[in-house]
């Protein structure tokens, strides 16, 4: 395969997501978990962005001014909260469907978010840049995550971050992220994630070193069902994030 002809999009996954748009802002609905999902990861986001930018993460706007991608950001769940705190948020998916459900709610809420139906690739082609790219719950569902990766890198500015969550590669994934959260909670649908599509730390790491960028810190994501809420862990086996960042020339 040539450079020219390399995509991250795998159609398939695509139109899976395409398939359910509907249901992205429905808190009972296919994406449920997702919101249960959204208050840890935005708090993390909130903390480990105001703590490199010497920000205060208890400011009205503490992302105030700060370029952010949400790079496969669905209906919005993520990019609108994060606009919410003073980002110029370009919200990005491959699906156009998601991009309009996305741009509606937007629109209702009273949030500007700059969302378009583009890749990661198209992106770089046009030599965007941002102080922050936000690459949540997506990887698992590109065609080429090394690629991916290596793209999403040159996306992030000189001493800037990107954040990854994803699900790891595990027989404990299998059973909980999948066959758990799939078939037996019916959290999500049915073929959701394919468990030889869950990607590894190190399957990360790797592209975003050769892409410049370093991990500076790893973390585990864990549903409590007695708190019925997620909390960060140890634990790195099933969800995970990883932060990164760009050396500043």
């Avoid at 990766?149 to 000189?158: D, G």
Wanted: glycine share 8%; proline share 4%.
């Amino acid at each position: 395969m040539t450079e020219a002809a390399k995509t991250t999009i795998d159609q398939s996954e695509v139109d899976r997501f395409s398939a359910m748009a509907a249901e992205w802002w429905s808190p009972t609905g296919k994406f449920r978990p997702l919101h249960k999902f959204n208050p840890v990861r935005i708090e993390y986001i909130r903390d480990r962005v105001s703590a490199h930018f010497g920000r205060d993460p208890k400011a009205h706007l503490p992302l105030n001014g700060l370029r952010v991608l949400d790079i496969g950001c669905g209906g919005g769940l993520l990019s609108e909260p994060v606009a919410r705190m003073g980002a110029r948020v370009v919200g990005a998916d491959a699906s156009e469907k998601n991009i309009g459900i996305a741009r509606t709610h937007a629109e209702q809420s009273g949030v500007t978010v700059d969302y378009r139906a583009v890749t990661a690739e198209q992106l770089a082609a046009e030599g965007e840049q941002f102080d922050v790219v936000l690459n949540m719950e997506v990887v698992e569902h590109v065609a080429d995550v090394a690629f991916f990766m290596e793209t999403c890198a040159s996306l992030v500015k000189p001493g800037g971050l990107m954040f990854v969550a994803t699900i790891n590669r595990t027989l404990k994934a299998a059973a909980l992220a999948i066959v758990g959260a799939e078939y037996v909670l019916r959290w999500l649908p049915r073929g959701t994630h394919q468990y030889e599509k869950l990607v590894r730390p190190e399957e990360i790491e790797a592209p975003l070193g050769l892409g410049g960028m370093t991990v500076t810190e790893r973390t585990g994501v864990f549903f409590n069902p007695l708190q019925n809420q997620w909390n960060l862990s140890k634990d790195m086996d099933v969800n995970y994030m990883l932060l990164a960042e760009k050396k500043a020339y």
